[in-house]
């Protein structure tokens, strides 16, 4: 027994300091060590990026397949519903970028470029508008005459001109800044999708061999439910700012507010942010369009655009999320203030859905241990 209470001692010991060892080394080379991780992250992007875009396409391919396998007349089909449903999607993706890249992609540059343009003029038209107001116009206070003239002083040339536009761009795309790890994206992409029940199958089977069963029973289900609410969350997200831009740009086109594409485009996709998004670009539509169209329309286009962003909120948004992301508001408005104050754009948006998520485990966690008690 001694012998035994020995060697277990030695081993302790020499683990430890091969442990000490270990840690002083990666720190004294910290460096080394970091330049060598951002390197392989360089070059498991394209797989990343595949993981993504799969992600993404789940749901798609797997409500086309079930279409394809109720085709019981052609067996052909039903067999080959998975690839096929794959190829659908893909080419239906394809077709949607060319018609955005040939029909809004140019309203919109064109839109900004006008308003850059003669933005001199709109400002100009605006400050006579007020000055042609009573004395005691509610408009005419030095708060909004100051804002007025900072914006005026706000060069627009020098952040929205081609070049710089073209510059944003390429940061935007600079983690796929060659067609070889596109074309890598799109083919890991294509094959986790087609073989996607045998890699899950595989994964279930490694999860099972290393944990126990309760602990593998209990992964199993987070997973599903996180897979959940991630794939409710973003698809529904998407799918909503492109209802509320869509919805958006036709309602200004009829009102005859300027720039209405571009408008209701900058709505959509702020949309994409809960609570803040819609806020923001509402605020910014309206100044815009005080300075285009006048007071008068600005005042339209705004009860417009809340009757559109209120119909959006307890009609449209609640059929497409449905109830998987069951969280206050003010958890919201915390998860995306806290989600963009650490990781930007990308934080405001994946917050709640992290957050859903945490919340989930927190309250399972407090049920078992009062269950226990």
Same mark, same amino acid.
């Given at each position: 027994?001694?012998?035994?209470?020995?060697?277990?001692?030695?081993?302790?010991?020499?683990?430890?300091?091969?442990?000490?060892?270990?840690?002083?080394?990666?720190?004294?080379?910290?460096?080394?060590?970091?330049?060598?991780?951002?390197?392989?992250?360089?070059?498991?992007?394209?797989?990343?990026?595949?993981?993504?875009?799969?992600?993404?396409?789940?749901?798609?391919?797997?409500?086309?397949e079930?279409?394809?396998?109720?085709?019981?007349?052609?067996?052909?089909?039903?067999?080959?519903?998975?690839?096929?449903?794959?190829?659908?999607?893909?080419?239906?993706?394809?077709?949607?970028?060319?018609?955005?890249l040939?029909?809004?992609?140019p309203?919109?540059?064109k839109?900004?470029?006008?308003?850059?343009?003669?933005?001199?003029?709109?400002?100009?038209?605006?400050?006579?508008?007020?000055?042609?107001?009573?004395?005691?116009?509610?408009?005419?206070?030095?708060?909004?005459?100051?804002?007025?003239?900072a914006?005026?002083?706000?060069?627009?040339?020098?952040?929205?001109n081609?070049?710089?536009?073209?510059?944003?761009?390429?940061?935007?795309?600079?983690?796929?800044?060659?067609?070889?790890?596109?074309?890598?994206?799109?083919?890991?992409?294509?094959?986790?999708?087609?073989?996607r029940?045998?890699?899950?199958?595989?994964?279930?089977?490694?999860?099972?061999?290393?944990?126990?069963?309760?602990?593998?029973?209990?992964?199993?289900?987070?997973?599903?439910?996180?897979?959940?609410?991630?794939?409710?969350?973003?698809?529904?997200?998407?799918?909503?700012?492109?209802?509320?831009?869509?919805?958006?740009?036709?309602?200004?086109?009829i009102?005859?507010?300027?720039?209405?594409?571009?408008?209701?485009?900058?709505i959509?996709?702020?949309?994409?942010?809960?609570?803040?998004?819609? #806020? $923001?670009?509402? +605020?910014? =539509?309206? /100044? &815009?369009?005080?300075?285009?169209? !006048?007071?008068?329309?600005? @005042?339209?286009?705004?009860?417009?655009?809340? #009757? $559109?962003?209120? +119909?959006? =909120?307890? /009609? &449209?948004?609640?059929?497409?999320? !449905?109830?998987?992301?069951? @969280?206050?508001?003010?958890?919201?408005?915390?998860?995306?203030?806290?989600?963009? =104050?650490?990781?930007?754009?990308?934080?405001?948006?994946?917050?709640?859905?992290?957050?859903?998520?945490?919340?989930?485990?927190?309250?399972?966690?407090?049920e078992?241990?009062?269950?226990?008690?």
């Amino acid at each position: 027994m001694e012998e035994k209470k020995k060697s277990f001692n030695w081993l302790y010991w020499f683990s430890l300091a091969i442990a000490i060892i270990v840690v002083y080394k990666l720190l004294d080379n910290f460096a080394q060590i970091t330049n060598w991780i951002g390197e392989l992250f360089d070059i498991l992007m394209p797989f990343v990026i595949g993981l993504l875009i799969a992600y993404l396409f789940y749901i798609p391919c797997k409500n086309v397949e079930k279409i394809y396998k109720k085709s019981k007349k052609i067996k052909l089909i039903s067999k080959k519903a998975r690839v096929l449903s794959v190829i659908t999607v893909y080419i239906i993706t394809i077709l949607l970028i060319i018609l955005i890249l040939n029909f809004v992609i140019p309203t919109i540059s064109k839109s900004i470029a006008d308003f850059i343009n003669n933005f001199g003029n709109y400002y100009s038209n605006t400050v006579n508008a007020i000055n042609d107001l009573p004395e005691d116009s509610i408009l005419r206070n030095e708060i909004i005459i100051n804002a007025i003239k900072a914006i005026s002083e706000i060069d627009l040339k020098q952040y929205l001109n081609i070049e710089n536009l073209t510059q944003y761009a390429k940061e935007a795309i600079n983690i796929v800044n060659s067609i070889f790890d596109i074309f890598v994206s799109l083919i890991v992409s294509v094959y986790l999708l087609v073989e996607r029940t045998r890699i899950l199958n595989f994964l279930k089977k490694f999860t099972a061999a290393v944990f126990k069963k309760d602990t593998y029973k209990i992964l199993g289900r987070y997973f599903n439910k996180s897979n959940e609410v991630f794939f409710k969350f973003i698809s529904s997200q998407v799918l909503d700012a492109i209802v509320v831009g869509i919805l958006t740009s036709v309602a200004m086109s009829i009102i005859g507010v300027r720039y209405a594409v571009l408008l209701g485009f900058m709505i959509g996709l702020f949309n994409l942010i809960p609570y803040f998004g819609a #806020i $923001i670009a509402v +605020i910014a =539509a309206i /100044i &815009i369009t005080i300075f285009t169209g !006048g007071l008068g329309q600005a @005042i339209v286009m705004a009860i417009v655009v809340t #009757i $559109i962003q209120q +119909i959006d =909120a307890n /009609i &449209i948004n609640p059929k497409i999320t !449905g109830n998987s992301l069951s @969280i206050s508001p003010l958890l919201v408005i915390f998860a995306v203030t806290l989600g963009g =104050a650490y990781f930007g754009i990308l934080g405001m948006f994946l917050a709640v859905p992290v957050f859903t998520v945490i919340k989930l485990l927190i309250e399972e966690t407090i049920e078992y241990k009062q269950n226990r008690e």
